[in-house]
């Protein structure tokens, strides 16, 4: 059968009891990233062969796999941290084997929005998560429909298109509208910073950021 086995986003011990049993027993392992798999594997002893499995060469991948997993192998996929599939290869393959009667199943585990969400302090009961933002094509689309969305939303982004990205929240949201950043989740320098998108974007703009990033906007209100 296929896992799709989460991995910490930023400490190690974050790591579950499960996951560690799922990657030793699997016949193959998938990684977005071989380099930064072979680290984890290493650091808890586990000595297997890992194949790249990423957002380039996903599609043309698929049908051998789906031949690994008809002769009855054990493949488990992993992303560079957080839960296959959530902004990262997993869809195409998981909807192979529904498509073929393979059984799968996802382990509980790390993913980084939901923390991020949960720290926020901006209502969690009702949200959306949006992922990466287009770059260019359909990106000022997407936020025009948004600034009406009256639950909370959650975005990925990468540090050097942050102040890019709350640019474009203020131009859309609006300056008071609340937000929250949080950078490197579950990792020493973890940082959360909330405040109106201006006070966001002030604090960025003097402060350049590094590492992984989750932004948490409230939804729009009267």
């Keep these: 059968m296929l896992y799709l086995v989460p991995t910490p986003v930023g400490n190690l011990e974050d790591i579950t009891l499960r996951t ?7 016949d193959i392992i998938l990684a977005e990233d071989t380099r930064n798999a072979s680290v984890l594997l290493r650091h808890f002893g586990i000595d297997k062969k890992v194949y790249a499995h990423h957002q380039h060469n996903e599609h043309a991948a ?19 941290a957080g839960t296959p599939g959530i902004s990262d290869p997993g869809f195409l393959l998981t909807r192979a084997c ?33 992922g ?24 990925y982004e990468s540090p ?6 709350l640019e474009d929240f203020i131009s859309n949201f609006g300056p008071e509208r609340r937000g929250c950043v949080v950078r490197e989740i579950s990792k020493i320098f973890e940082e959360k910073m909330r405040g109106n998108m201006s006070e966001l974007l002030q604090y960025y703009t003097a402060h350049p950021p590094k590492g992984e990033i989750v932004i948490v906007v409230e939804g729009f209100s009267e």
Excluded at 108 to 113: D, E, K, L, Q
Excluded at 115 to 121: C, D, F, T, W, Y
């Design 160 to 165: 050097h298109k942050l102040i890019k990205t």
């Design 20 to 26: 560690l049993s799922v990657l030793k027993l699997a």
């Design 62 to 80: 698929v049908a051998e796999i789906i031949r690994w997993l008809k002769e009855q192998k054990n493949i488990a996929l992993i992303s560079d």
């Design 98 to 130: 529904i498509e073929n009667e393979i059984e799968l199943t996802c382990l509980p585990g790390a993913t980084a929005f939901v923390p991020a969400l949960v720290m926020s302090g901006i209502p969690c009961n009702s949200f959306v998560f949006e």
């Design 132 to 155: 990466f933002l287009p770059v260019k094509k359909g990106r000022q689309t997407k936020l025009k429909l948004l600034s009406s969305e009256t639950r909370t939303m959650v975005f």
